[in-house]
C-alpha cells in the first residue's frame, strides 16, 4: 500500500510538471530487456518482457550480481560489466536448484520482489504479454 502511494504521488508529479524537475541521475541500460532461454531448451510459452526502464527506481544491486572464480555469487559493484543472466542460469552450470535455469532465477527474483510490492504483478500476463 506505501509503495502504491509513494509510486502514484511521484506520477501526479510527473504529469502535473510534464515531466520537469524529475530527472535520474543517469540512464542505466537498456529501455526493455527481452528474457529468454537460449542456451537451455526449456518449455517457456512466450519470452518474458522487461521493462528495464520503469525498474530504475530500484537500486542496480537488487537485482545484478555476478559470479566468483569459485563459482558463488558475487554481489553487484557498481561499474561493473553485466552479464546476460543465462550465463549463469543454465542447466551446465552447477547452481542451486531454485536458480538452476534462467527461468528459475527469473520467476525466483522477479516474482519474490512483485509478491512484497504488489500482488497483481505475480500474474504471468504481465512480464510474459504477446509482442
Known amino acids: 500500500m506505501k509503495h502504491s502511494f509513494v509510486c502514484g504521488a511521484i506520477l501526479a508529479f510527473c504529469f502535473a510538471t ?14 526493455e530487456v527481452v528474457i529468454q532461454a537460449t ?17 530504475q527506481w530500484l537500486e542496480c544491486e537488487g537485482c545484478h550480481h555476478g559470479r566468483g572464480a569459485d563459482g558463488k555469487k558475487v554481489e553487484y559493484v557498481a561499474g561493473q560489466k553485466i552479464e546476460k543472466c543465462e550465463i549463469c542460469h543454465n542447466t551446465k552450470v ?5 536458480v538452476t535455469t534462467l527461468k528459475r532465477a527469473g520467476h525466483a527474483l522477479c516474482m519474490e520482489c512483485h509478491r512484497k510490492n504488489n500482488v497483481e504483478l505475480t500474474k504471468c500476463g504481465v512480464c510474459h504479454t504477446k509482442k
Open 39 to 55: 542456451l537451455d531448451g526449456e518449455k517457456v510459452a512466450k519470452p518474458a518482457f522487461l521493462p528495464h526502464q520503469t525498474h
Open 18 to 31: 510534464g515531466g520537469a524537475g524529475v530527472v535520474f541521475a543517469e540512464e542505466k541500460g537498456p529501455v
Open 94 to 98: 552447477k547452481m542451486p536448484e531454485k
